[in-house]
């Protein structure tokens, strides 16, 4: 999942949360079962220095489930 790897070393938090948007996306619409396989990247999120993408990360995880 290139969103991921791109997410984890863009700079702004907007770019950030856009590139989580599509791992969302794709993760809860398309290829549910991709969700246990990065589940812990998703929750490595919850460090991030932006309360905006430790938000995004609680709503990602609660959608998801």
């Known amino acids: 999942m290139a ?3 791109e997410a984890a070393v863009c700079g702004s938090s907007s770019e950030k949360l856009d590139l989580l948007r599509k791992v969302q996306e794709m993760v809860i619409n398309q290829e549910p079962h991709l969700l246990e ?3 812990d990247d998703v929750l490595n999120y919850q460090a991030d220095f932006t309360p905006d993408v430790r938000k995004f990360v609680v709503g990602f995880i609660e959608e998801a489930w």
């Open 3 to 5: 969103a991921f790897n």
């Open 37 to 39: 396989i990065f589940l």
